[in-house]
């Protein structure tokens, strides 16, 4: 026979209190940090996009698409661009 959905949800919320009881984690040394410093800054490969000669104006970004037959690659956000809201 199947337990019932509330002996299920039971047991996941003392499954997710149990979880929640752990110390935190160790702060980062510093003798840890230029090599964590360094596992985590991306890559130049993983930065092709910075090559790549934007332009802010979507008026002239149409005029010379049109003069050379190309499409345009419109990157728009909502809000505050360091938030991203």
């Not at 802010?56 to 809201?85: F, N, Y």
């Amino acid at each position: 026979m199947m337990p019932r959905i509330g002996t299920r949800v039971l047991a996941l919320s003392v499954l997710l209190a149990a979880c929640s009881i752990s110390r935190p984690p160790e702060p980062i040394r510093p003798a840890q940090f230029n090599a964590l410093h360094a596992l985590i800054k991306p890559k130049s490969a993983e930065q092709k996009w910075t090559q790549i000669p934007w332009m802010t104006s979507l008026w002239e970004a149409r005029q010379r698409a049109a003069a050379e037959g190309k499409p345009i690659l419109l990157w728009e956000t909502d809000g505050h661009p360091l938030g991203c809201t």
